[in-house]
Structure formats: C-alpha cells, structure tokens
C-alpha cells in the first residue's frame, strides 16, 4: 500500500458538508427526512459549513494560483497543465451544488429503495462472483463481507453507476465558485496528488458532480488516507478494480472503530409507557440494561448473552409509533462513512438481506407527511424563539434540534422522542 498523502487535510472526512452529499453519491437514494446529506463517503458531514461569500475572480486568475500552489506543494507541473487542458467551470456543478430540495423522503420510502428486490439479487449474485476476495478482505480487515457488498451497492450500484464527470473539473468549479472553495480546494489539491502518484489518469479519474470516487464513492482525502492496493497491480484504483475498492472501504471502517464478529444493531420491542426521551445516540447503555428497561427483540424473545456487555444506543428512525432500534459500535462505524442513520441503517438491513433476514416487524407511520425544507426550517425557528436552542436554522434535524423537540414534546407532555411532526409544528405556531 502506497503511503497516503503527505500534506493530508485534517478535514478529509468529518469536515464535508451535510448539503454538499446527497447529490453527491451516484446512485444512494435521497436520504431520508431529517437526514443530512452526503458529500459522500467518508465525507461524511456533522453539519452544514460555508465559506464566507468572497468576490469570485475570473477561472484563469484562480487556476494560476491554484497552479503555484499545487506546484508549491510538489506536483508535476506537467501534470498539472496536463490535467487542466481545456477544463472550465461546469455550470450543471454550479447548480447541482446550489439546488437544495424542498422535499425529501421519509425513512420508509428511501429504505423502499434502497433494499429493492433488484438490488438484493444484484447484492447476492456479486458476493458470490466476488467470495474468494471478500472472504480476504474480511480476514485481512475484520469487516463483514455483506456490509461491503451493501455499501458498494448503495454508493455505485455494484460498480456500475460511479458518476460520469472529471474529478479535476468539478472540484475546480467548486473552489472556484461553489458554496464551500476551502472544501473544495483540499479535495482537489488531494486529487492532484492521486494524479501525481500515477493511480489513475486523469481521463479517467470521473466521479459524481462533487468529487465523489469510484465503486465506494470516495473523496480525494479520504482515498489519500484509506485506498490501499489489494489486487497488488500498483496501483490503487476505486474505478476499476472491486478488490481495491471493497478493500479500501473495509480498510476505511477499521480504523472508524469497527468490531469484528459483532453485529450492528437489531431491531427491538419497547415496553409500554416507555420513555421515549431515552431514544437518544448521545444515550448508551449495555445490552443488559436496556434489557432491563423491559426491552426485548423483535419477537419478544430476550437478547442473547454474548451482546449483554455491547454498549447500543436506541433508535426510533420514525418517531414513537415506527420501529424501534437498539444500534450497536458497528452502527457508529457505518455512520462514519455517511454520517445519516437513514443511511446506516438501510446498510445493516440490506447486509441482513443477502443472507436472508433484514426484514422490519414494525410498522412504518406511512400517513404520517414528512415536514418540507422550508417547514424544518420554520420548525427550528420557532423552537429558538421558544429557547429550545435548536442549533442552528438550517433545515437539518440533527442531534440538536432533536434535543430540543424532545424538551418541548416534554413540556408539552408528548412522547418525547425527538421526532419532527406537522402537528409539532402547528402547535409551535400557536405558542
């Protein structure tokens, strides 16, 4: 495996943007309401971060810039100017950076979607096509060999929908004018050097509007940091090699903490009057003790023991009335690579299903209307005027307006279970 990227950006994971993903992905389904969006793969975003707005100069000022600089940091300068012949900026990036949808899918809907017959039967005939080098990788790595398969089925359709435009342009278009240049200036400065060590050509280094790469939907840093050489051909190549890229997702989720044997969670019966307010990821508790709490699995039946010491937190993906979920370390691991339990979630299922299993006892609240952008929007606002410091007015139900919709389901004597509702919202109107 090659050493990663000397100059490695801190930000290669954790600082992309929750708006900057959704699109970005080929071929994941819209993430679910309340979700945020993936910059994809380990690009995965805690929240929503934009440049300051700065004078756009012209795109041949900015690229002699980026130029000294990329050459400042030891890039060929050949290579460079080979990798810009004839680029401009790409209006359609432009757009696609600054639509955000008015509307997104309930949790049910995306999962719908993501666990399709089709996709299963896709999923089971590559595992089998692919068995002799998942079982190395998940000897070398420790990650279950159907949780690779269903990343690689929801980041790229198995291989066949990676995206189709050039990395160097898009990103260029993005540090030049998009809503986050600083972003998009790592990531291309990352790409260079993926260019420099002769990986890939630039021709064919494609990937989606936001830079997103290959059959795992990697971004430049990450791939600087996690890509490895599996196949042992010299070269680390996501595009066109599935060792290479099952074995750098795998690389990737080792060291975001996986463990080996274990399971990602589970679905799980509540007790009734339980407290609702417990469904939180920041709330984590041994198997044993949720136990305790009156919770059983699925069918009623108790845990077993090997998982009574597993610290799980509790998942309620649609509120009270929806399934219910005990998510595990793994859980978390998963979420490291897009930072949406929507995603995770479908992700574990999906894994359970290539092997047979993975289906919700529960019933999803499928009359229940998911709140628009603008009404999530509208939502915080007024949780913020109320007190109920929402962190931020973004239109993101992240870890802290669920924090405070719980405190105000409280107040209100509701089920606090962080769950945003129209009528949540009309009553906050009222108040």
């Known amino acids: 495996m090659r050493h990663p990227f000397h100059r490695r950006t801190g930000i290669h994971l954790l600082a992309s943007a929750s708006l ?33 707005v700065v004078t756009v100069r012209s795109f041949d000022d900015w690229r002699a810039d980026f130029r000294a600089e990329a050459l400042a940091q030891g890039i060929d300068p050949q290579l460079f100017d080979r990798a810009f012949a004839g680029v401009t900026p790409d209006p359609d990036v432009i757009k696609a950076d ?9 949790v049910w809907t995306y999962l719908e ?37 269903a990343i690689w089925g929801l980041e790229s359709n198995f291989g066949q929908n990676m995206g189709n435009r050039q990395v160097i342009r898009s990103l260029a278009t993005l540090a030049h004018e998009g809503r986050r240049p600083t972003f998009a200036h790592d990531q291309l400065l990352g790409a260079m050097d993926i260019l420099q060590h002769r990986d890939i050509e630039p021709e064919r280094m494609l990937g989606s509007w936001a830079g997103a790469m290959g059959q795992t939907q990697f971004i430049p840093t990450t791939y600087n ?18 060792p290479d890229a099952l074995a750098s ?31 939180d990821s920041s709330i984590r508790k041994p198997m044993l003790q949720w136990a305790e709490l009156g ?62 299993g993975g289906q919700v006892l529960g019933s999803w609240p499928t009359e229940d209307r998911p709140l628009s952008r603008s ?39 509701w089920p606090a279970d962080g769950y945003p509702t129209p009528e949540l919202l009309e009553q906050l109107r009222r108040l």
Request: aromatic share 8%; proline share 5%; with cysteine.
């Open 225 to 242: 940091q996690y890509a490895v050489d599996f196949d042992q051909d010299g070269r680390r190549d996501i595009w066109y090699s599935a």
């Open 113 to 149: 979607g993501a666990l399709s017959n089709q996709r299963v039967s896709s999923g089971q005939r590559k595992l089998d096509e692919q068995r002799t080098q998942l079982d190395r990788i998940e000897q070398r790595y420790g990650v279950d060999k159907h949780i690779l398969a």
């Open 249 to 279: 997702a795998a690389h990737y989720l080792q060291q975001s903490g996986w463990q080996t044997g274990q399971p990602w969670g589970q679905e799980v019966k509540l007790p009734k009057d339980f407290d609702y307010a417990l469904a």
């Open 375 to 413: 009404e999530r929007t509208e939502l915080q606002t007024l949780l913020s005027e109320q007190g109920f410091e929402p962190g931020g007015i973004d239109g993101i139900i992240g870890a802290n307006t669920r924090s405070a919709i719980r405190r105000i389901q409280q107040q209100l004597n």
């Open 295 to 356: 919770i059983t699995d699925a069918k009623g039946s108790s845990f077993p023991a090997s998982l009574s010491e597993q610290s799980a937190a509790l998942l309620l993906p649609a509120g009270h009335r929806g399934p219910a979920f005990l998510v595990l370390n793994n859980f978390r691991s998963i979420m490291r690579y897009n930072n949406s339990t929507s995603y995770a979630l479908a992700i574990g299922l999906l894994s359970e299903r290539f092997q047979r």
């Open 20 to 52: 900057f993903c959704l699109t970005a992905c080929a071929d994941t389904p819209a993430i679910a309401e309340a979700e945020p969006a993936k910059p994809t793969t380990l690009q995965t975003a805690a929240q929503v971060m934009v440049d300051p």
């Open 98 to 106: 600054r639509s955000q949808p008015e509307f997104s899918r309930p």
